[in-house]
């Protein structure tokens, strides 16, 4: 959760005059995301999302985020769409940093998984990646294979502290991933980032796919193996293989693997786990004390690891 | 800023089937408030906020608070209104907590004060106090005098580390307040603490009083006297007289003094400085780091008590 930027009454009555929304009833700062500062943005029109982008999120990408938004929504994906000043202008600014105001959308994220909801997740990341196949712009994965080597250096120092003999064990595995890799998957627009927290059900069916701001052009397969992650283990770590499957199902029911992609996936998500692992291990020595955001523990995704790292093949993830 | 108690899909849906309020559609914690958990509830028929009461708020002061806040409301302040469920209670349990839904308020507290809203502000306080003369719940003030003594023992040990000499200077002013603190003043229904952050603005006019989680019975000078410490006082800490003149004089329109309250003043504002200053020098040493609170800095309200201890009358305050 954070709200880094207030925005005062003055400067949202002028902003506010570059669109034709209406006029703001009020602006409370919420706490979701964890890069950026989000407002519920009330007006005459009703509700909208307001996020500033804060120092996390690189200025150049965002026409990338705001265009993917914009192009999947137009697709008939549930996300939320950047809604256009009177110029025609949707990335704006205020308080000194870019900002955008987008669509609000119904639903809460799951605080407990059920398989029904990762079936849905399945179907929604599916037509995600089909949907984004004809938007023009790319991204590439800045926290991809290539970053984890010095984002491990930059770590490796306290990850001792987190866990005895981790740096060691962590650049053993590294070094296996950058030797096994695989090139060539089917690629295109990932979320690269779609935990529950980012997915909203409303009715028990999924209603919207939020915070798009580590969406890059990637292989489709590492998303899944992302997805595996975020949404088929329990609380105390175990796999539960009818969520993976289920997820699964439901995915290829809309684009089917390829043979060279189901053999990827338990490579991927070893590579995905580290991923996380490595990131939360930099930001729970790195973030400051005073920074309103509830640091997440590494070690959740060391457990991940492990399992991959045992895993005889793809059908441990309940494939046929 | 605080959320503490996070509200589950499930829970929500559940609770929902308490009331008439039409059907859940969004639930996001709000970065306001720093007593309680709240969130903005958006339903088929509105928005609302829900508010889950932690462990700062005495759960037997809830029933004085929902019912000062109904009174009020009824009497034309602009206040929430507690929401009754379809039983008729308003005051309910949410996740092993107590709860209430309210009223949604529009406007924006200002983030700089002019004296137009000083003006705005005199004739809601005034307002205020007379609306609760018949309201016939009653409340002790206890973060009045008379806990001023343990609060600055809590801290004294700390209190030179944030100000050399800090907690023998304030020992003896408050000794000299417990000599001098005036009894018999008009008494009623209390904000206590309507500082800006507690006030809606909405086209340049007062919209709404809001969190009234401090009100109690005692004097109505006393808290003038809080709001010229909230409302009067400039970023540098120098005090506006002009800010105070127009919202005494606003008040006076409404609610005229006594001689007696307006002897009283100069005293009452330097206890309420005292008290601001002794609960956030309670906060500043001892809130943990991972609390989602930004901490205050006490010795603001240390500057404002040295001016009420210099002024020569209530003169000084703007009053003819």
């Known amino acids: 959760m954070a709200v880094y930027t207030e925005v005062s009454d003055e400067d949202l009555r002028q902003f506010m005059a570059e669109y034709d929304l209406g006029e703001a009833l009020s602006c409370k700062g919420i706490a979701e995301g964890i890069e950026n500062s989000n407002y519920a943005l009330t007006t005459t029109t009703g509700t909208y999302i307001l996020t500033l982008y804060e120092k996390r999120v690189n200025p150049d990408d965002l026409p990338f985020f705001l265009g993917l938004m914009e192009h999947l929504a137009a697709a008939g994906v549930p996300c939320p769409t950047p809604i256009h000043g ?99 998957l089917p690629s295109g627009v990932i979320h690269a980032d779609l935990f529950p927290d980012n997915v909203l059900f409303h009715h028990g069916r999924l209603s919207g796919l939020i915070d798009f701001y580590f969406a890059c052009t990637d292989a489709f397969a590492y998303d899944i193996a992302i997805c595996i992650n975020a949404w088929c283990f329990e609380a105390d770590r175990s796999f539960n ?55 997440k523990n590494p070690l959740e995704f060391y457990d991940k690891l492990r399992f991959h790292t045992s895993v005889a093949g793809p059908g441990d993830y309940g494939l046929d």
Not at 106 to 132: I, T
Not at 144 to 150: H, K
Request: proline share 4%.
């Open 86 to 184: 009177r110029d025609g202008e949707a990335l704006r600014r205020l308080c000194g940093r870019p900002v955008a105001v987008v669509t609000f959308l119904a639903g809460m994220w799951p605080r407990r998984v059920a398989s029904e909801h990762c079936a849905d997740l399945g179907f929604a990341l599916a037509n995600l990646h089909l949907a984004g196949i004809d938007f023009v712009m790319t991204r590439a994965n800045d926290l991809s294979l290539a970053s984890w080597r010095p984002l491990l250096a930059r770590s490796a120092a306290c990850a001792d502290e987190v866990k005895d003999g981790l740096a060691a064990e962590l650049s053993a595995e590294l070094a296996q991933l950058e030797a096994d890799w695989p090139a060539d």
């Open 241 to 295: 293989i009818t969520k993976a499957r289920r997820m699964l199902r439901a995915y290829r029911e809309v684009r089917d693997f390829s043979e060279k992609e189901l053999v990827a996936l338990p490579l991927l998500a070893r590579g995905s786990a580290l991923r996380f692992l490595l990131t939360r291990l930099y930001d729970w020595l790195c973030t400051p004390d005073e920074a309103l955001v509830t640091r």
